[in-house]
């Protein structure tokens, strides 16, 4: 499978290029980035650590992606959005694994479907992904009895919070318990807030040093605890689960896709 790496030098994008080296069934065959890099016209293998792949970075995708069955795309949500037209002009996979996304970029997603194979999720994990679906079962099981709160951690320098896979969870929670995320999330606690509303999902964000990404979700009974946690020590798998995706996306018929799809939960 000929693959493109955007954001092709940046920590992720860098990552995304070993794992396709180190994958059977694949290859790179082009690496995007933005206007002005100093990496443009630099060879991607070199620049990613891998020896030479004789694959130049370049800023224009329009004829990478015409060469190309599928794009990996850890960029931001604009950037995305963009690609995701490309994608389906050239009737590509895209993979997503982009967080901080909003409706209307998601709008702009399942309209590529209609050509492009999407598969976006807020981790490409599968313990992330395997963590979705018991909290799921929990909230399902246990009812508003147990009060559901999401705790996440990252590093000093991400962006977006709560993170998407903070949302991943909260929306397998929702779903477990047959509500909207959106209509009984809550982001932020601060001041006189009064007592804590039966069957809202609550969320924390925490920042600080090189973490990876620690996620955990906390169902609080009356006498009882139980806590479901997942931590992330390196990011070569959200890499290697995106690989893993576009390999599985690259004979399925166009349309907007999950890591549940992917890993058959």
Request: charge should be negative; glycine fraction near 12%; proline fraction near 2%.
């Amino acid at each position: 499978m000929r693959l493109v790496v955007v954001g092709a030098a940046g920590r992720m994008g860098r990552i995304l290029i070993r794992a396709i080296a180190e994958t059977d069934g694949c290859r790179l065959v082009g690496a995007i980035e933005r206007g002005g890099s100093e990496a443009l016209d630099h060879d991607a293998g070199l620049i990613a650590g891998v020896g030479l792949l004789d694959v130049t970075i370049t800023d224009d995708p329009l004829p990478v992606f015409a060469a190309a069955d599928g794009v990996l795309d850890f960029t931001s949500p604009a950037a995305t959005a963009a690609f995701a037209g490309l994608a389906a002009q050239a009737r590509i996979v895209h993979v997503i694994g982009t967080t901080g996304l909003q409706p209307a970029d998601f709008e702009t997603l399942e309209a590529a479907a209609r050509h492009a194979r999407i598969v976006q999720s807020g981790n490409m994990s599968l313990g992330v992904n395997m963590l979705a679906g018991l909290v799921r079962k929990a909230a399902e099981t246990l009812g508003e009895d147990f009060d559901i709160e999401i705790v996440e951690m990252h590093h000093r320098m991400k962006v977006d919070a709560p993170s998407g896979t903070a949302l991943l969870l909260g929306e397998a929670a929702a779903a477990g318990r047959g509500i909207s995320l959106e209509d009984r999330s809550v982001r932020s606690r601060d001041g006189h807030v009064g007592a804590r509303r039966s069957g809202d999902i609550g969320f924390a964000a925490l920042r600080g040093g090189t973490v990876v990404g620690d996620h955990t979700v906390t169902f609080a009974g009356n006498g009882e605890r139980i806590e479901l946690t997942h931590r992330a020590e390196d990011r070569s798998l959200f890499a290697r689960g995106a690989v893993k995706a576009a390999l599985w996306a690259f004979d399925k018929k166009p349309g907007y896709y999950t890591m549940a799809d992917v890993l058959g939960f």
